[in-house]
């Protein structure tokens, strides 16, 4: 399994930008795709944005498409989430998430095929 460890949140105004970053560790660090989810107060866990191994596939819940963009350094073991032009509703804990040996073009937006996860790193956003 891979380690992982979120940082990056905080408190911002509306309309702001935070960029959250996940770096993981382990033994084994494999080809694996990375996620992010996130789960506000009394609400289920959701996808926000996923990444390949190899960086040719992104996909986004349509809630932060144009807004968000998630990236990869392969060589630091980190992936990024750059957050612009943030929401009130976007606040929540942010989860990293890795689903370990996949083809490197794969990507999934189940948190069901993700194998670990991150302790999470909380963003608000105030009005």
């Known amino acids: 399994q891979v380690q992982l460890v979120e940082s990056g949140g905080g408190l911002v105004q509306a309309g702001g930008s935070l960029r959250l970053s996940c770096a993981a560790s382990?033994?084994?660090?494999?080809?694996?795709?990375a996620g992010w989810f996130r789960q506000a107060p009394g609400k289920e866990r959701e996808f926000v944005a996923v990444?390949?191994?190899?960086?040719?596939?992104?996909v986004y819940a349509d809630s932060v498409k144009g807004r968000f963009t998630i990236s990869r350094d392969n060589t630091r073991r980190t992936v990024y989430l750059q957050m612009n032009g943030l929401k009130p509703e976007d606040t929540a804990v942010y989860f990293c998430?890795?689903?370990?040996?996949?083809?490197?073009?794969?990507?999934?937006?189940?948190?069901?095929?993700?194998?670990?996860w991150g302790q999470g790193t909380q963003v608000t956003v105030s009005s």
């Open positions: 998430a890795a689903s370990s040996w996949k083809p490197p073009s794969y990507t999934t937006t189940h948190h069901g095929e993700y194998d670990s």
């Open positions: 382990g033994r084994t660090v494999s080809s694996y795709v």
């Open positions: 990444i390949s191994w190899s960086s040719d596939n992104t």
